[in-house]
């Protein structure tokens, strides 16, 4: 990996911050109390929270009206 070009680019390189990420965009709606979950439906909450959180739902919006 090109750790110094990444880090010039701002972008994250540790491992900590993806953990802290996965923990709080995925973990925390997938392991509620009693929920059970395929695979296509977990990855479909998985894409839809993580454009919710990255602020880009308004983009899932715009395509989506687009193909309606």
Sequence with gaps: ???RTF???GLIIG???IEAANRHVIQ???KL???RWTIKG?????????L???N???KLIEITSMAA
């Design 33 to 35: 109390s009693a929920q």
């Design 28 to 30: 925390q709606r997938m």
């Design 15 to 17: 491992s900590g911050a």
């Design 52 to 54: 919710n959180k990255s």
């Design 56 to 58: 880009q739902w308004e």
């Design 7 to 9: 880090k010039a680019q």
């Design 1 to 3: 990996m090109k750790y």
């Design 42 to 50: 977990a990855q479909q909450i998985a894409n839809l929270r993580t």
